[in-house]
């Protein structure tokens, strides 16, 4: 078996132990070990992302590459069956993608780390805990591999905003920890949920004797789930699985269990596997975050460090839109197509109200949290069109974004050093005492609003064009939603050339009480080997999409063809079962 | 004449025969003399043995009952005990609590400086932990009620160990009111119970079938009196008052003990007897109020834990809160329930003894009384503090630690309940008890707040002794293990129930 993807998971684990027997005073030694984590990390990311085969088939229920899969908890639940768990890891386009970015920015995080002075080694330790977890949601294939890794990422977040991040850290850690954990906490019921109805199949020709352990065969497959519909299974053999790709098989599912699509279970007058899809939606809408529950998201970004903002906006966000396109859409396609337009709704609500808030916003980090709002939300009217741009303009977003988000709180961090402050109206003319540092900030927001040439502008261009093109191919959107996402690019390009305008043109001045302690000076070494790379990563995959969208696309127009197919079959199932 | 020794007779054959089922408690109770005995005599020498010896009592009885095969009979002793798989198995965590408050009883410095009472202290424990093992074979509403005196008793006492102390004063007061009270509401609703039935043994079939010919609102009565005695036991609302005023005033260990022993056999004891009302088309009632007290208990429990000021306190009512989990639990109906029950009680034993230990480790080296006694302690001594987190995590229920998958194990219980049975008292449960884990989380995590947030005011190097550092560990080390290989305790526990059955 190839170990790239276990590799992946545990290389910076591996270095977190190293830093924990490291005695406390040797700093240097564990920034270096951290360092090489990372790197080590992203050298396999880039492996990966070159030997994976984008043209291979894949619609998330199948075509995974790189597969691991081992049992690893299983015991008999008497009467009910078997309980299985097992360490399943894969990769196609969609997750592909999403390592890389991780290997990327978690390398560029360590980087912007090397400033930090207080407790070293509890800080490197928490950042390399962080990168495993995330790192293992991008992979996991079973349901419950990846809530361990989505729960854990809470933890070493919590310490690293409590400990290490600003004036108000204590209220903004509480704050994000409580609000990701209700998210969980929903994501739990329905995982909870689907486990109880969905059964391993080949696993279960095994428990029956059908086939001896070990024997794998499509037709074995196909047997076991006829006899399940047909509920001639001893329920006593029936093997439950958290696995997600059989999660997406309607045959894998119990005859007599809640949300299965012709069960006519219904709660508020809804079918029950309408309410599973809205409570796993609110739990990863929250990671997203989409307006209206995105309310933590500026308060944890304005009391994080540095490099903890850059890699909360570049990859623990992406995790809620990745967490929509894994599990969500393909478990629940049915109400994925019935609920297009309240997911298109909010993804256009978070568009323009995150965009109007940043317009308001004095705080230049707050101004870019909340632009990451505004961005996120193209993710989902993305996803919500159905339509292949549409849904690779959403991957394509989480990448750029990635990058882009990135470079814009490392670019806030460098005025914050400087000046212990990040008040937009404290400051003017920065343009001309910080000309390599101004020459970056105009990258990084022209990148971000869109201007072609840069990865955001391909980004939403195709959410755009899929929007658009929604209401003829898939008829999920209405029209008018696209359009009104439009002026989210307008308003974009007001926000940031206005704070453009605001700090860095015109002649040099800062609020005098700032004077004192600021040392105003242009760009340091570290500082460039960050932003080189990442400037030079938005130009290329803005100029080059191919270099993307060659690996993303295959899995992209699978996942939107089984949506829509199953989608609109299931529905039909859905609710004539509730009219009877 | 003749009929009454042919009676007597009978039954001495009968104890004669059934004897060795009883072989630990025998051996509790041989040790608890032989302890009381040797506490008569005044030299320092055998004072200082006296722990030793109760621990090796509890190791015994811990070893036979790992080991097993002592039992010589299969069903009922007398009609009163039933030696089965649940029985054996809780009497394992019975004994591994009573080594364990023994082990934290021995680092506790307090309980050192006490004058006198130390025999009685740990001869006490012995006889609390006899009286859990008998709690958890009861099958007879009489010897139900024997059981939780002895364990009741036996527990008012050790709470007014430091009798001197006003806080513990209170305590036991309020402890034997409660408890008398409750008690006698017990005994009354069992007095229904014989009249209805005609039977004191509730495991038989005949039991049942009586109840189905009665009242059904005179079985409701008896059924909510009869509960009241043994939620008093496991601290479920809303016979929950006692609880924060005995965990302030009590030793630690004992606490500790409290959270866990009585917790579990009361657990095992409603987990036989709630059976016979399984059947939802003539006991809906009864069902509807034990769903209400899961609510209620829950509620209050995490609720009345935000406000508490004192770690103490804040531990009691997440030990009232743990009381609901488990009442929803039983109350899955259909569902295969009781493995999943016993592995979540084994996780709250180590949770529990692990945060006492925390907490004891803190209040005799730190002096930490409030909440914000912790300040800065993590930062100074990141393993306890580290250790802490842990501990706190898993009775949030969050991965990676066992908690989680108890909580995980009970919840699908009773989806699975609830899709067998379309009730929806049990999706009120649930949702209950998944939203309230956030709340938890809020009151948990001050503790973790002030170890690591907030700034260190101490400057003095106290060194941590090692054997509480290993105690520390070791109470973690099942956490985590059961969270990754739960399957390795789950299908000992399904072994164990098996074989005797």
Redesign the interface.
């Given at each position: 078996m190839n170990l790239i993807l276990t590799s992946l998971i545990f290389t910076p684990l591996l270095a977190a132990l190293v830093v924990l027997l490291l005695p406390t005073r040797l700093e240097r030694p564990a920034k270096t070990v951290a360092l090489l984590g990372a790197l080590a990390q992203l050298i396999l990311a880039v492996v990966l992302y070159i030997q994976f085969n984008g043209s291979a088939f894949a619609n998330g229920q199948e075509g995974y590459q790189f597969v691991e899969k081992l049992d690893?908890?299983?015991?008999?639940?008497?009467?009910?069956g078997h309980f299985q768990v097992q360490y399943f890891l894969g990769v196609d386009g969609v997750s592909v993608s999403m390592v890389l970015l991780t290997g990327i920015v978690g390398v560029i995080g360590v980087i912007s780390s090397w400033t930090i002075t207080r407790?070293v080694k509890?800080y490197f330790l928490l950042y390399l805990l962080l990168l495993t977890s995330v790192m293992g949601c991008f992979l996991a294939l079973d349901f419950f591999l990846f809530?361990?890794f989505f729960?854990?990422m809470?933890?070493p977040m919590?310490?690293l905003i409590?400990?290490w991040g600003g004036p108000n850290?204590?209220y903004a850690?509480?704050k994000f920890?409580?609000y990701t954990?209700?998210g969980s906490?929903f994501i739990?019921?329905v995982m909870?949920?689907l486990?109880?109805?969905v059964i391993d199949p080949l696993a279960t020709a095994w428990q029956m004797g059908l086939v001896e352990r070990g024997v794998a065969s499509a037709e074995v497959v196909q047997q076991v789930q006829q006899m399940l519909q047909q509920k001639v299974i001893n329920p006593a053999d029936l093997v439950r699985t958290f696995s997600i790709p059989a999660m997406m098989e309607p045959a894998n599912f119990i005859p007599?269990?809640?949300l299965h699509v012709l069960s006519g279970?219904e709660?508020w007058d809804l079918p029950v596997r309408f309410i599973a899809f809205l409570l796993l939606f609110a739990g990863f809408a929250i990671k997203v975050p989409a307006v209206p529950v995105h309310t933590w998201l500026p308060d944890a970004h304005v009391e994080a460090p540095t490099p903890v903002s850059v890699l909360l906006a570049a990859v623990l966000l992406k995790v809620g839109g990745y967490g929509l396109i894994r599990i969500v859409y393909p478990v629940f396609p049915d109400a994925g197509t019935y609920f297009s337009v309240l997911v298109g709704g909010l993804g256009v609500l978070s568009i323009i109200y995150g965009a109007l808030n940043a317009l308001a916003m004095n705080d230049l980090k707050k101004l870019i949290a909340y632009s990451s709002v505004s961005h996120m939300g193209f993710v989902l009217l993305g996803l919500a069109s159905l339509t292949t741009e549409g849904v690779n303009g959403a991957i394509y977003m989480m990448f750029s974004h990635g990058i882009i988000s990135a470079m814009l709180f490392l670019v806030v961090g460098v005025i914050y050093d400087r000046a212990h402050n990040r008040m937009i109206q404290n400051f003017r003319g920065l343009a001309r005492v910080m000309p390599a540092y101004t020459t970056f900030v105009v990258i990084a927001f022209f990148a971000s609003l869109g201007l072609p040439g840069f990865s955001g502008f391909i980004a939403e261009l195709l959410v755009l064009v899929g929007g658009f093109s929604a209401p003829d191919l898939t008829g999920m959107l209405p029209r008018w939603l696209t359009i009104v996402a439009i002026l989210g690019l307008l308003l974009a390009a007001a926000y940031y050339l206005w704070a453009l305008q605001r700090m860095f043109f015109g002649k040099y001045w800062i609020f005098p009480e700032l004077r004192e302690q600021a040392v105003i000076k242009d760009l340091t070494v570290r500082e460039y080997l960050m932003l080189v790379p990442l400037a030079v990563l938005a130009l290329l995959f803005g100029i080059f999409p191919h270099l993307l969208l060659d690996k993303v696309g295959v899995a992209a127009t699978g996942f939107s063809e089984l949506v829509l197919q199953q989608g609109q079959e299931q529905l039909r199932l859905v609710l004539s079962s509730m009219i009877r | 004449m003749n009929e009454q020794v042919a009676y007597l007779s009978q039954t001495i054959e009968a104890i004669v025969a059934g004897a060795g089922n009883l072989l630990p408690e025998l051996l509790l109770a041989t040790f608890f003399l032989l302890l009381v005995t040797l506490d008569l005599f005044r030299s320092p020498l055998i004072k200082s043995l006296l722990p030793w010896l109760a621990l090796t009592g509890l190791f015994a009885a811990l070893l036979i009952q790992v080991l097993g095969g002592y039992t010589f009979q299969q069903g009922f002793f007398l009609d009163l005990l039933l030696s089965d798989g649940i029985a054996r198995y809780t009497g394992i965590l019975f004994c591994a609590a009573g080594i364990f408050t023994l082990l934290l009883s021995l680092l506790n410095r307090s309980l050192e400086k006490l004058r006198y009472g130390h025999g009685e202290y740990y001869g006490l424990i012995l006889v609390l932990v006899l009286g859990l093992h008998l709690m958890a074979k009861s099958v007879n509403l009489l010897m139900v009620f024997v059981a939780i005196e002895v364990v009741s008793i036996a527990s008012y006492i050790l709470t007014l160990t430091f009798k001197t102390e006003e806080r513990a004063v209170e305590a036991g007061l309020k402890y034997i009111l409660y408890g008398a009270l409750s008690a006698g509401v017990m005994l009354y609703g069992m007095s229904f119970f014989y009249g209805l039935t005609g039977s004191l043994n509730y495991a038989v079939e005949g039991f049942g079938a009586a109840l189905l010919q009665a009242d059904t609102l005179l079985v409701t009565v008896a059924a909510v009196l009869v509960f009241a005695g043994f939620f008093f036991k496991i601290a479920a609302a809303p016979f929950h008052f006692w609880v924060a005023d005995v965990y302030q005033g009590a030793p630690l260990p004992v606490v500790a003990l409290f959270s866990t022993g009585p917790k579990i056999a009361g657990i095992v004891v409603i987990l036989r007897f709630v059976g016979t009302f399984a059947d939802p088309l003539f006991f809906a009632d009864v069902q509807f109020f034990l769903g209400i007290a899961a609510i209620a208990t829950l509620a209050i429990g995490n609720f009345t834990a935000l406000w508490q000021k004192t770690p103490r306190r804040l531990l009691a009512f997440s030990s009232v809160s743990h009381a609901g989990f488990l009442l929803v639990g039983l109350l899955a109906f259909g569902?295969?329930y009781t493995?999943s029950i016993l592995f979540y009680l084994t996780v709250l034993l180590c949770m529990n003894f692990g945060i006492f230990l925390f907490l004891q480790i803190s209040e005799e080296a730190f002096g930490v009384a409030k909440l914000d006694g912790f300040a800065g302690l993590g930062?100074a001594y990141?393993f306890i503090g580290v250790m802490a987190v842990l501990y706190l995590?898993s009775l949030t229920g969050?991965?990676?630690l066992a908690g989680?998958m108890g909580k995980?194990l009970i919840?699908?219980n009773v989806?699975?309940a609830?899709?067998l049975s379309?009730n929806n008292l049990l999706?009120v449960l649930?949702?209950t008890g998944?939203?309230l884990?956030?709340v938890a989380?809020?009151y948990y995590?001050k503790i973790p707040?002030n170890l690591?947030?907030k700034r260190n005011f101490r400057e003095e190097n106290l060194v941590i002794s090692l054997s509480n550092k290993l105690l520390l560990v070791l109470f973690a080390l099942p956490l985590l293990v059961f969270f990754?290989?739960?399957?390795l305790l789950?299908?000992w526990i399904?072994q164990l129930l098996a074989q005797i059955n």
């Open positions: 690893w908890i299983s015991f008999s639940l008497g009467s009910l407790n509890g809530y361990l729960e854990f809470l933890l919590y310490f409590g400990i850290r204590e850690a509480i920890f409580i954990l209700v906490l739990l019921v909870i949920g486990y109880a109805s007599d269990s809640l279970a709660l | 569902a295969d493995q930062r990141p995590l969050l991965p990676p989680f995980l919840f699908s989806w699975e609830y899709s379309g999706l649930l949702a998944i939203l884990t956030a989380l809020f995590i707040y690591f947030f990754f290989k739960p399957d789950l299908n399904e």
